[in-house]
């Protein structure tokens, strides 16, 4: 059974900081790749920012380049996202996901963690 859990959301002004984490439950569970997603109010769900474990490749939304970086630990299987400069449209629920194999969906996520960005 994998299950991922992400955690540091919260309210914070525009042009301020947060950092979310996840971390991916599962003995035997070695996924290929993490990543973040977000939901903002009446949006589709979109990507945010990935990480691709064995190359060390980061990938990142155009929205959120040069101000949000991904990082993780393979061995722990966490994943964390650092995210600067916050505006209010980067409020939104923020999933963590991953993925088991390359050629694989973005089979696993997390219940999601509230970020609120006030102007």
């Known amino acids: 059974q994998v299950q991922l859990v992400e955690s540091g959301g919260g309210l914070v002004q525009a042009g301020g900081s947060l950092r979310l984490s996840c971390a991916a439950s599962?003995?035997?569970?070695?996924?290929?790749?993490m990543g973040w997603f977000r939901q903002g109010p009446g949006k589709e769900r979109e990507f945010v920012a990935d990480?691709?474990?064995?190359?060390?490749?980061?990938n990142y939304a155009d929205s959120v380049k040069g101000r949000f970086t991904i990082s993780g630990d393979n061995a722990k299987k966490t994943v964390d996202l650092q995210m600067n400069s916050l505006k209010p449209e980067d409020t939104a629920l923020y999933y963590c996901?991953?993925?088991?194999?390359?050629?694989?969906?973005?089979?696993?996520w997390g219940q999601g963690t509230q970020v609120t960005v006030s102007s």
């Open positions: 996901a991953a993925r088991p194999r390359s050629f694989s969906i973005w089979q696993y």
């Open positions: 599962g003995r035997t569970f070695s996924p290929y790749a």
């Open positions: 990480i691709t474990w064995s190359s060390g490749n980061t």
